[in-house]
């Protein structure tokens, strides 16, 4: 059982109503032990957690806007007017290297005028990473053009009326909490809380791992995508254990001692 989605669910049912968090709390949170007290093994979530669209919304709203989501690399981001664009649980968002700061931002990819995208969306395979350039901040519907320092709208082609003060912040693009994790991997937060934990104490003990290698010196080179027609929880699960590599992975499993493979969860946050 993947614990970061048990420790973010646990924080989404405190939230739920308390008819949620009753009919659930048996079926979800409840462990079985074995006859050995170091042994402990977590149950099944209950089928309708799967294929329930009102707990996917659940989901989207108090786990994929609330944590930080993975999202690009530093990389390929390099020159200005750069941008990745990534839908993220239903979120369209954008990650734009700016050419007045030369520094990376993110906004949600929604004008603020008719809902337009600013940078194309990956219409053809959605949830796929888009990458471009673009050396303005426009949108691709109206023209409305925003500042790629920090998403002001600056002008409203054919619009006679003049906009003022609070009238004008109302209009700014939605700006999204990013950080840069072991110096190249960009995560996202869509919360609107000013105050969170960074990804970098989040995953302190990863960082420590990680930057004992030279990650700068790492760039990309080809991506594969696969659309998988299961719930996330299904996948990241499939990754809790080594049980089916013997079955499916028999490549692999030549190379590696599947009965003694072991999955690690630390902190509750992550697992490698």
């Excluded at 924080?11 to 048996?26: A, D, E, G, M, V």
């Excluded at 050419?99 to 931002?105: A, F, G, Q, R």
Aim: contains cysteine; glycine residues 4%; charged residues 20%.
């Amino acid at each position: 059982m993947n614990r970061l989605f048990i420790f973010s669910a646990k924080n989404l049912f405190k939230k739920c109503s308390p008819l949620l968090i009753t009919t659930t709390q048996k079926t979800f949170i409840r462990k079985l032990t074995t006859t050995s007290p170091n042994k402990i093994l977590s149950r099944p979530l209950p089928p309708y957690l799967y294929n329930d669209n009102s707990v996917y919304q659940l989901e989207r709203e108090y786990i994929f806007r609330n944590n930080w989501i993975y999202a690009g690399r530093c990389d390929r981001l390099q020159k200005l007017g750069d941008y990745l664009s990534i839908t993220i649980a239903g979120y369209p968002i954008f990650i734009y290297r700016s050419p007045l700061t030369n520094e990376l931002i993110a906004f949600h990819n929604v004008c603020s005028h008719r809902a337009g995208p600013i940078v194309p969306i990956n219409s053809n395979n959605y949830g796929v990473a888009l990458y471009g350039n673009q050396p303005l901040l426009k949108c691709q519907y109206h023209a409305w053009l925003y500042d790629s320092r920090d998403g002001k709208l600056k002008a409203t082609p054919h619009f006679d009326y003049k906009f003022q003060g609070d009238e004008n912040k109302c209009l700014n693009l939605k700006k999204i909490n990013m950080e840069i994790f072991a110096e190249q991997f960009i995560f996202v937060n869509l919360s609107d809380i000013k105050e969170k934990a960074s990804i970098n104490t989040l995953l302190y003990d990863l960082l420590n791992d990680m930057m004992s290698f030279p990650l700068k010196e790492y760039l990309h080179f080809n991506s594969q995508y696969h659309l998988i027609n299961c719930n996330w929880k299904t996948y990241v699960e499939n990754y809790q254990e080594g049980y089916h590599i013997h079955g499916v992975h028999p490549e692999l499993n030549k190379a590696v001692q599947s009965k003694q493979y072991l999955v690690t969860n630390k902190n509750n946050t992550y697992s490698i």
